[in-house]
């Protein structure tokens, strides 16, 4: 089975543009998570969707939104990009909770 | 803002020997993941605990939970070169599934 796939893997923006990141979770997993990890940092959590609505948002502004498709893929979309959005953003999915989430290899986001 | 926090923040050992690294975190959990990481990729989940478990295993990987201290072990025996890599552990509490990170362990092993 295909794991957690993310793309694109690099991305390179400058200041005041947009972003679209894709997520495609594994077959059969309804929960999507992001994730941005800032070098030498764990992962924070940005956004929790299952069964296209969101069940948890976290600490970033309101320039991060993102939606889940009825295929279960997901969007994560960035607006008004900053240098400090520069990170690997993550995604992860998995069937329900108290289950371990599979991640994806990131998508690389460096803003100039 | 980040639950757990892995001690130590580096750890270099030589190959065949084993590695320890803990977590405390703050909140109550219904579960704890560990976590590893090569070179800024994917994570690749490693093991789960749940809060009514004390102890679990996975091959050369050993994971302790001690609820009343908010703590938890992750043990690596007769440690490999390719085990070189950033060690995290992730706290999930509450009704979301959400993932709470430290910052990480990283573990070097020199072969």
């Known amino acids: 089975d295909a794991g957690v796939t993310q793309s694109p893997t690099h991305l390179i923006k400058t200041r005041g543009q947009h972003v679209t990141l894709r997520c495609s979770p594994i077959?059969?997993?309804?929960?999507v998570s992001w994730y941005q990890q800032v070098l030498g940092q764990g992962p924070q959590f940005i956004f929790q969707y299952y069964e296209k609505e969101e069940r948890g948002r976290g600490n970033f502004p309101d320039r991060f939104s993102a939606r889940q498709f009825p295929n279960y893929s997901s969007e994560l979309n960035v607006n008004a990009l900053l240098l400090g959005d520069s990170a690997l953003y993550l995604c992860a999915s998995s069937p329900h909770s108290n289950q371990p989430q599979h991640f994806g290899d990131g998508t690389r986001l460096s803003i100039l | 803002s980040q639950q757990g926090e892995e001690d130590p923040q580096a750890l270099s050992i030589q190959e065949g020997e084993n590695a320890t690294m803990n977590c405390s975190y703050k909140t109550s959990i219904n579960n704890l993941q560990w976590y590893r990481q090569n070179s800024g990729r994917g994570l690749v989940h490693l093991i789960l605990i749940r809060s009514n478990e004390r102890e679990k295993h996975s091959g050369r990987l050993r994971v302790t939970l001690d609820t009343s201290k908010k703590s938890s072990s992750l043990l690596i025996t007769a440690s490999r070169a390719a085990d070189t890599a950033s060690y995290f552990c992730?706290?999930?509490?509450?009704?979301?599934?959400?993932?709470?990170f430290g910052k990480g362990t990283l573990l070097t092993v020199n072969p």
């Open positions: 992730a706290t999930e509490g509450g009704s979301n599934y959400k993932l709470t």
């Open positions: 077959s059969g997993h309804k929960s």
